[in-house]
């Protein structure tokens, strides 16, 4: 039988690009990749992918341009929009499964949990993933907290089968490298010692990511529910590198 994987996007700090990762993963790995993807809101204080999802709904319909986009897609793909559902941290596992339930042919259900391990719930929803994808930037304060609170995890599943949870997957994310590299090679040297897994793909500082379909000024957007990254602006942006190195970890 085929087996969905699910993957708890999450660091207990915010403004580290959790909820854009998120989608930009989702919208690449569904209408571009291919994979059936779903994805769990799970962001109780502002569930954010659920209302980028009504507002990028009421761009198109205010759109000849962008339904037009997502005919041309229809035709190419025959794939709908992949589902965003409501949720909470406590109840995360039990809305993936119920997805599942629905959709056998899932691949992956993305978890978007919110930026704070004290959120009821965060800790538990973890351990019942296969995976955690974890965003970090080059900030001490940043770093300290996930690495304590990622350490503490893996202690706590470490040699007990009956834990779901394989693996942290960590990215470098937001990453400028006109600035001093000082803090991001520290904090790799580290994490190498303590033999977790930071993934070989860096993804850059760059405006690009802030670009949302409903605010994109003309036809210019990266980041959208409905639709993909737009090839020209995928160069550079390493998300297509990210995406299919998490594809291959997960052995999809």
């Known amino acids: 039988m085929k087996r969905t994987i699910s993957i708890a996007v999450s660091n207990q700090k915010g403004g580290v690009g959790k909820s854009t990762m998120t989608v930009l993963l989702a919208s690449y790995l569904h209408y571009r990749r291919g994979c059936n993807v779903a994805v769990v809101d799970c962001d109780t204080h502002q569930h954010s992918l659920t209302n980028m999802r009504k507002r990028d709904m009421q ?84 770093m300290q907290s996930t690495l304590s609170f990622s350490t503490a995890v893996l202690d706590t599943f470490k040699g007990r089968e009956d834990i779901p949870l394989k693996e942290f997957l960590f990215f470098w994310n937001k990453v400028d490298r006109r600035v001093s590299t000082e803090v991001f090679d520290a904090y790799t040297t580290i994490m190498q010692r303590l033999n977790l897994r930071v993934m070989q ?6 405006r690009r990511f802030d670009k949302e379909l409903s605010v994109a000024g003309g036809k210019t957007y990266f980041r959208c529910t409905l639709l993909p990254p737009p090839a020209r602006h995928l160069k550079g942006s390493n998300l297509d590198a990210l995406a299919e190195e998490v594809v291959n970890l997960i052995e999809l």
């Open 201 to 206: 793909t860096i993804i850059p500082e760059s």
């Open 59 to 142: 761009t198109v319909e205010r759109s000849d341009y962008y339904k037009q986009l997502i005919v041309e897609q229809w035709e190419r793909t025959q794939k709908k929009a992949y589902p965003i559902v409501e949720s909470s941290p406590q109840q995360a596992r039990d809305t993936v499964d119920e997805l599942i339930a629905q959709r056998p042919d899932l691949d992956i259900v993305l978890v978007d949990l919110p930026g704070s391990v004290d959120s009821p719930g965060v800790f538990s929803t973890i351990l019942n993933m296969d995976y955690v994808l974890t965003p970090i930037v080059a900030d001490r304060i940043v």
